[in-house]
């Protein structure tokens, strides 16, 4: 069964970034952990964060983590940067608003078919 995209106003979408903040911080602090625990099970320097139980242990609570998201109503477009889109209409038209990991809130939109290229700046 498929369910209907849902739109966001683009205040329930700031909000549900607000919720969803402590989830993107973890993602971005696990995403560099597995980054810096591959390269040193690949022979590069030794870290302090562990071996291969830490490094599958951390790979496996990101993976739970971005599916949660994925799993939702939010499009997760990509892990480096983190980036996610909220499906929404704004002035009828149907948009993603758009959060890039660094932007301090949701301020960006662009239409779906010309994705990041075309994205703006949310309007007022």
Excluded: N
Aim: net charge negative; aromatic share 6%; with cysteine.
């Amino acid at each position: 069964m498929s369910a209907v995209t849902p739109l966001y106003s683009i205040d329930q979408a700031k909000a549900q970034l607000a919720a969803l903040r402590p989830a993107l911080d973890e993602i971005i602090e696990l995403r560099a952990d597995t980054a810096e625990l591959q390269m040193a099970l690949r022979g590069g320097p030794s870290t302090t964060l562990g071996g291969l139980p830490e490094f599958k242990a951390a790979q496996a609570r990101l993976d739970e983590l971005i599916s949660a998201l994925t799993d939702g109503e939010v499009q997760v477009k990509g892990i480096a940067p983190l980036l996610l889109d909220f499906p929404a209409e704004l002035d009828g038209e149907a948009v993603l608003l758009c959060w890039l990991e660094g932007d301090p809130e949701l301020g960006w939109y662009h239409r779906a078919d010309l994705g990041f290229l075309g994205r703006r700046p949310l309007p007022g």
